[in-house]
């Protein structure tokens, strides 16, 4: 077969890694791609990134499957137009990824499906987004309604900074993605992840796995798209899968088929545990940004089958997933400045003394005029190691990152905090 890998962050990476490895694959291409990707994928000459000129390459190319990693190709409808042009392709339609691309969707159809999650008010002026938040009590969560990079989620501790954050909002901070703005109740629990495949009817999980958002050690400082992930999650067990299946997966799935919404893909889902019971914090139609780095580097299975299955309806005729023994843990390093403003263009050196078993999912990188591997953006390399223990896999890992540098290079050095404290116990 051959495979295109749409995208240029660490998760097409990490995805176009685990493909080659598939003995169904004989060549990949990954569009845009960047420096690490290529060594895995050939980046083909493609006039621009438009779905037309992918669709059409694909079509010369003769490409046998096309899997897409980031949402707004989704949003933008990718998947409709190479579907209707016979092409197959791993990701949701355009009706499905409303899921992400509106907040209030998804709230309005986790409350039709009776699906846990926090209390909600969508709003689109100040004047009755003012009288919601003087009655509230504090924290409380602001969204904007519509996909804006990861930024659109503020948690506002008092009156004053809600009603100062939401008037922004409303104003266009984020644009046209803020118009309409969700103001939730803040739920104070562990946070999860939880990726699935599904084809509408069946699924086949991937283990549970968690994200540090926040950009500063013990959860301080603005959220990020992720500077951190591992799999698996000690506490989140057979029981609570459970729960999520029955609570959340099996419900979403019914009220998206009465909607005639046809879920083909991944769905990531965002969940707050709170007392054992899992709240859904968002849904995400595509994988989850540093999460699929380890579950790649941890999944044993061939996952084209699982990409088959979910586009030709078929994913109950394959078995579960099987993983790696042990845990997988990625650290990102990040450009000095973000999730703010950051410069670019700095040599990368150390990418080749990282520790045996480690990989460097590339984020952010390109090659300069002289060949050489520099920065291009906020979150640059994803380092991921594994190990029999977490503490063993975080070990491993920060001995690759400590090895490589750049200008300004900024990583968190508590990723896996909780489950380090866990296997202490
Ligand atoms: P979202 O994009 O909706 O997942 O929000 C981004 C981040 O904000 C989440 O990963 C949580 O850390 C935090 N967050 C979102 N909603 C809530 C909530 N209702 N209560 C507490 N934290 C939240
Ligand atoms: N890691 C969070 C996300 O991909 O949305």
Redesign the pocket.
Known sequence: MKVMVVGKGA?EHALAWKISQSPMVKKVFAFPGNAGISEVATIPVIEDDSVEALSNFALNEKIDLTVVGPEDYLANGISDVFESKGLKIFGVNKAAATLESSKAFAKEVMESAGIPTAFFSTVTDIKSGDDILKSSTYPIVLKADGLAA?KGVIICNDYKTAKRELSEMLAGKFKDAGTKVVIEQFLKGEEL?LLLFTDGTHTKRLLFSQ?H?ALLEEDKGPNT??MG?YTPVSFADDNLYEKVDSLVTEPLLAELKKRGIDYRGVL?I?LMIVDGLPYVL?Y?V??????TEPLMFMLESDIIPYFLGCIEKTLNKLPEMKWKNGYGATVVMASEGYPGSYSKGFQIDGLDSIEKGCSVFHAGTCLDHNGRIVTDGGRVLMVTGSGSTIKEALEKTYKSVRNISFKGACFRSDIGYRELKREEK
Do not use: C
């Not at 595509?286 to 999460?291: A, I, K, L, N, V």
């Open positions: 998760r990861g992840s994200d958002k798209g992720g992930a990531y965002g968002e995400n595509r994988f989850g940004d540093p999460e």
